[in-house]
T-cell receptor
């Protein structure tokens, strides 16, 4: 069973540019979550999508957005990049409501490491 | 302020030593999970604790969920270099919105 796939693995951008990251969840998983990981803040929740709808959103500015397609693949976009956006962006998939019902887990990809210069 | 506070932030020990790391919150959680993350990889689930007071053992790892379901601990017996990694606790807020602590970075020296 293929795991969660994130692309690209590494990328370098400059301030003011925008970036799009892609995530393919495990087959059959309809929930996709995105996290930002930095040494100072740890894993911060960005948003979660299910059936092409954003169900939950963390405390990030509107520059951070995402979407989910009918095949459950998801993308996140960061516009007008700032130096502080440099981070590892992790995508995780899971079965619907399994976490809330204490029966599931998040399956993470290896992440996309973004460096903003 | 993190919803889940983990301590210590860093821990460096010799092979064979025992250690305990903690995850605390002022909020009650229906469950807590522990993940381990190694460099260059995403976190991987170790355990889910659901019942207050529950103790789960995975080989040399012992996980405990507090009676009030606000805290959890992870105890490692006779640590090995392979235990090196970032240990993260996480709890569900709603639906599949999982919130993580900042983690404990463990280094086990041979």
């Amino acid at each position: 069973k293929a795991g969660v796939t994130q692309t690209p693995r590494y990328l370098i951008k400059t301030r003011g540019q925008q970036v799009t990251l892609s995530c393919s969840p495990i087959s059959g998983h309809r929930s996709v979550s995105w996290y930002q990981q930095t040494p100072g803040q740890g894993l911060q929740f960005l948003f979660e999508y299910f059936s092409e709808t954003q169900r939950n959103k963390g405390n990030f500015p509107g520059r951070f957005s995402g979407r989910q397609f009918s095949n459950s693949r998801s993308e996140m976009n960061v516009s007008t990049l700032e130096l502080g956006d440099s981070a590892l962006y992790l995508c995780a998939s899971s079965l619907d409501s399994a976490l809330w019902e204490n029966t599931g887990e998040l399956f993470f990809g290896e992440g996309s490491r973004l460096t903003v210069l | 302020t993190q919803l889940l506070e983990q301590s210590p932030q860093f821990l460096s020990i010799q092979e064979g030593e025992n250690l305990t790391v903690y995850c605390n919150s002022s909020s009650v959680f229906s469950s807590l999970q522990w993940y381990r993350q190694e460099p260059g990889e995403g976190p991987v689930l170790l355990v889910t604790v659901v019942t207050g007071g529950e103790v789960k053992k995975l080989k040399r790892l012992t996980f405990q969920f507090g009676d009030a379901r606000k805290d959890s601990s992870l105890h490692i017996t006779a640590a090995q270099p392979g235990d090196t990694g970032l240990y993260l606790c996480a709890g569900p807020v709603q639906n599949n919105d999982m919130r993580f602590g900042a983690g404990t970075r463990l280094t086990v020296k041979p």
